[in-house]
């Protein structure tokens, strides 16, 4: 019910607006047409302005409270003063929304940049031709089986092995908070190729994230 009252006061406010604009305007040749275009089509932005100002009028007349009956009116007459104004309304909400947008994308570029350094003082240098050295087991010496010596402790089992994902956590979570394939590949002692598959696997977990480098375009990998 609250929208439909509001569509109602728009076109009629647009209406009234117009054609009081039309009369204010006459001197300048304005059509009586043209007039109330134009007042219906600012009476049309108003809810936009009060978004833009963060006015919570437009919530109080969407609700229908009668604790806020006179938002009606408070609503009726801001859209009838921006028809009856419409040329100079527009156009001052034009420029309101044009400038918003421009401190919107400056924003974000200051953001990007921002990033950008960040990543590249905290991420691995450029990646390098250099092969990926993967430890070789020593060959064990000695018998096969040991001679049992009275008194003797037992040996403590070995630890299990890192599975492949807890070796590049480990990488990860080194010096550099941002790192490359190729930097991960040789802390964690894995070739390139195997590395990048379990990376886009733990992305899908929402594990890890890849940012791009601006300096040379090179993918790099942080926890989330």
Do not use: H
Not at 3 to 18: C, M, Q, R, S, Y
Not at 30 to 49: D, E, I, M, Q
Not at 72 to 89: L, N, R
Not at 188 to 209: F, H, I
Request: net charge negative; charged share 25%; aromatic share 8%.
């Amino acid at each position: 019910m609250g929208i439909a009252i509001i569509i109602g006061i728009i076109v009629a406010a647009g209406l009234l607006g117009g054609s009081a604009n039309y009369y204010m305007e006459q001197a300048n040749g304005s059509g009586f047409r043209k007039s109330v275009l134009l007042g219906l089509t600012a009476s049309a932005t108003v809810p936009l302005f009060l978004k833009t100002v963060s006015s919570s009028l437009l919530d109080e007349c969407i609700k229908g409270d009668p604790a806020f009956f006179s938002s009606y009116f408070v609503f009726f007459g801001f859209c009838t003063v921006a028809a009856i104004f419409s040329s100079k309304f527009l156009q001052s909400l034009g420029d309101k929304l044009l400038q918003e947008l421009k401190d919107v994308k400056q924003k974000q570029e200051e953001l990007t940049e921002t990033t950008d350094v960040l990543v590249a003082e905290n991420s691995d240098p450029a990646e390098t031709s250099n092969p990926v050295e993967v430890p070789v087991n020593e060959p064990k010496t000695g018998s096969e089986f040991e001679a049992y010596i009275p008194g003797q402790t037992e040996k403590a089992p070995e630890s299990a092995p890192l599975s492949d994902e807890q070796k590049i956590m480990g990488a990860l979570q080194g010096k550099y908070a941002f790192r490359t394939v190729d930097g991960v590949a040789k802390d964690a002692g894995m070739d390139q190729g195997s590395v990048q598959a379990k990376l886009l696997e733990m992305e899908l977990k929402g594990k890890v994230k890849k940012t791009k480098r601006a300096r040379d375009g090179v993918m790099v990998w942080s926890l989330r």
